[in-house]
């Protein structure tokens, strides 16, 4: 079945350490997202990708980094840096930007 | 402000009513989406529109360009329908390209028997 997967749903960190966070599609998709839900606030875009090797920064980026090597693969690496890096994590995909978007089950990062 | 406002913030009716759920943005878009999440926090999408109206079984969605407002319409509302339901628009960023989301706070809905 064609669709994104994220792994794995709950995640454990202690504070200081990076963490990466994967998400796979098989949907043929050129461009991928990362965002990030926090209680009683909407998505906010952390990365874009629209191609392979090639990605943007987007609203909250700082304290993140990405790859894309593979146009199947898009991992979220949450880094030290990252001061608030507790949220629920949802990786998306799309043909292009104006086309839907797809979305993956998430990952609940709690960092302690 | 945020650039994507939706209303109410929260809605509890009767199984059967009619329900609307609103949204205003203040930002060029190249489309509007309308996601539904459920507790687990998957999240599906329902429409994608960037003009006139859109229906799909029970739901209905239209959007006004000229107003910048988009509202999602339940008819015959059910219980399975509670659920959390997004805004969320494709906007111009730095260098001219669409990308990415913009979402809205969500509308938590709770349909009761």
């Known amino acids: 079945d064609g669709g994104i997967t994220q792994s794995p749903k709950y995640l454990f960190r202690k504070e200081g350490q990076n963490v990466t966070l994967s998400c796979e599609q098989n949907?043929?998709?050129?461009?991928m997202y990362w965002y990030r839900q926090d209680p009683g606030q909407g998505l906010r875009l952390i990365y874009y990708s629209q191609i392979v090797n090639d990605f943007q920064k987007g609203d909250i980026a700082e304290g993140y980094s990405v790859s894309r090597e593979k146009k199947e693969s898009f991992p979220l690496t949450v880094t030290s840096a990252q001061k608030n890096p507790t949220a629920f994590y949802l990786c998306a995909s799309s043909s292009g930007p104006k086309y839907e978007q797809y979305f993956g089950p998430g990952t609940r990062l709690t960092v302690t | 402000k945020n650039e994507v406002e939706q209303s109410p913030q929260n809605l509890t009716a009767q199984e059967g009513e009619f329900i609307t759920i609103n949204c205003s943005y203040s930002?060029?878009?190249?489309?509007l989406h309308w996601l539904q999440q459920h507790p687990g926090g998957g999240i599906v999408s329902l429409f994608m529109?960037?003009?006139g109206k859109k229906k799909h079984g029970r739901l209905i969605a239209t959007i006004n360009i000229q107003e910048k407002h988009s509202s999602l319409h339940i008819t015959a509302s059910h219980p399975r329908d509670s659920a959390v339901y997004i805004c969320?628009?494709?906007?111009?960023?730095?260098?001219?390209?669409?990308?990415?989301?913009?979402f809205g706070k969500g509308t938590h809905l709770i349909i009761q028997p």
């Open positions: 949907l043929n998709h050129d461009a």
């Open positions: 930002v060029g878009i190249s489309a």
């Open positions: 969320a628009v494709t906007s111009f960023r730095s260098g001219g390209g669409a990308d990415g989301l913009t």
């Open positions: 529109l960037s003009s």
